[in-house]
């Protein structure tokens, strides 16, 4: 059974910076991109930021610039600074994982959300 866990959201400050971690866990194979998504109160969950096994990353418009998505393939974990925080910015945010789970077909995974409240 393959798990995705974030921690680090919270609650800071406009200007302020935090930065998220998401480690999967389980029977994986392989890990192949990896991405972080937002949803807001009453708005569709919409795609962060995503950086695939090895290449380019990838940003909404909105947070290019603030923040930096990055991964740690022999933990499995990837991260998500945030810096310039707005009030925009507030909302859960959820890990996304494509992968190979042993024994498995290649599919998608989310993790639990973490909020992130950015107060003005």
């Known amino acids: 059974q393959v798990q995705l866990v974030e921690s680090g959201g919270g609650l800071v400050q406009a200007g302020g910076s935090l930065r998220l971690s998401c480690a999967a866990s389980g029977s994986i194979f392989s890990i192949n991109a990896m991405g972080w998504y937002r949803q807001a109160p009453g708005k569709q969950r919409e795609l962060v930021a995503t950086i695939p096994r090895a290449g380019s990353t990838n940003y909404v418009d909105s947070v290019k610039g603030r923040f930096t998505i990055s991964r740690d393939n022999a933990k499995n974990t990837v991260y998500l600074q945030m810096n310039s925080l707005k009030p925009e910015d507030t909302a859960v945010y959820y890990c996304?994982?494509?992968?190979?789970?042993?024994?498995?077909?290649?599919?998608?995974?989310w993790g639990q959300g973490t909020q992130v409240t950015v107060s003005s």
């Open positions: 996304n994982a494509g992968l190979w789970a042993v024994g498995a077909d290649y599919r998608a995974y």
